[in-house]
């Protein structure tokens, strides 16, 4: 017999437990390369430059341009809700408790920059370049700006070439490495490296909320173009609010969280990725979240997830909405008709309202409970305030009124109230 099908399922570790993030006044130094672009451009020119912006390069180059400042708090609230993993191509976060996942196809859909293709072979020896000014040292990022420079207005492949490598150098730093960041989050300023521009667009993707509130994005196009946009390209404006700004997001009801991004259309890279650790529990945790299950607090708290409850909200959210993406329909269901869609519809309600009863009919019983103790409290308020001298109305609280009329006759009315709420 083979093995047994899994009740549960183990989440993974949390960098912090939930509620106990470092909420404290952070400073986040940030190591932007957008001023690169307009160093590469002023070097050119116009012709020259609109040259580049015809390639991959042209959607982070449009980004760049626009001028778009790093909302630091965005990015510190999700960084403080990091997941461990044993993964070292991939980073995850969780947001109002909803797992989300960050990797080198998110930040290809966000900057449109190649993160695949075919190996090439080694450069022979007299390919290499051979900058006098560099004395037989390896070239750096600074050393490549120089040579830029330095090159004749004539050559323009050259330059184009030159240039090119200048930008690649600085986008082709993915985002930032997360797990460097992550043993600084509890100092009080930290620093962000390479391009976290991307991973900021990401996160606005990944929370809906969150883009509403915090950012403004071109119109929605009614004709699909025939070559991709990546995320990149449709951010205006985006706002930098308060990390309590934030915050408020996550609690908000009904919070929309996509765990991985669909893919852009047209897009020839829509499924690139990097070799990884195989973890099938972080599959399962991405696949149920995919299917529309909600995770809860106590599932992070308690760790293991009841597959079946699970399995069985899915079910149950997918048959009321008519929701495919959330779990995978049956032909039957396709092709039954709509007296039997009725007909399993109302099946439904009547199982949630019969599983629904038993709570209603506790709250209603503690309701009564709490009316009743009200109305002894208050008509005990009222003969404190009859037994006052000279039939004046005694306006202390009623706990002061009751200490001078005697402890005894307090505790002991506290008392009975008490056993019988109990």
Known sequence: MGDPLPLRLALPELRYPIGSEPEKTISINQHSIVAYITTVKEILGNDEFNRIRGTFLGPVIKLGERSLKLSAKIVH???TKSIKTVKRHESWFHFGAQPVRFSIREFHMVTGLKCSGEAREPREETERFKWDFLKGRTHTVKDVEKQLRNTREDASDERFCLAMLLLRAYYYRIAFSTRAVDKSLDKNNYDLQG???AFLIW??????????????????????PSTPIFLCEKYLQIASPQLIDVLLIEIKDHLKVICILPPIPNDPE????????ANKDLDDMADLSKRGYKFKIRDWRNMPVDL?????QIRRASLLF???GMSQASSS???????SKINRISEMVGDNLR?????LCLIEKDRKQIKERVTKLEKLQRVTSYETPNNETDTTPFHETASRQGEANTDQAYEQLNNEAT
């Open 77 to 79: 609230a999700v960084l």
């Open 195 to 197: 391009f976290p521009m």
């Open 203 to 224: 996160i606005l993707e990944s929370v809906p909320l969150l883009q509403y509130a915090f950012s403004q994005v071109v119109p929605i196009l009614s004709v699909q």
């Open 270 to 277: 829509a499924d690139v990725c990097m070799e990884d650790e």
């Open 308 to 312: 079946y409850g699970a399995n069985e």
């Open 322 to 324: 008519g929701n495919g």
């Open 333 to 339: 269901y396709q092709e039954e008709s709509l007296e």
């Open 355 to 359: 599983i629904m009863n038993g709570p």
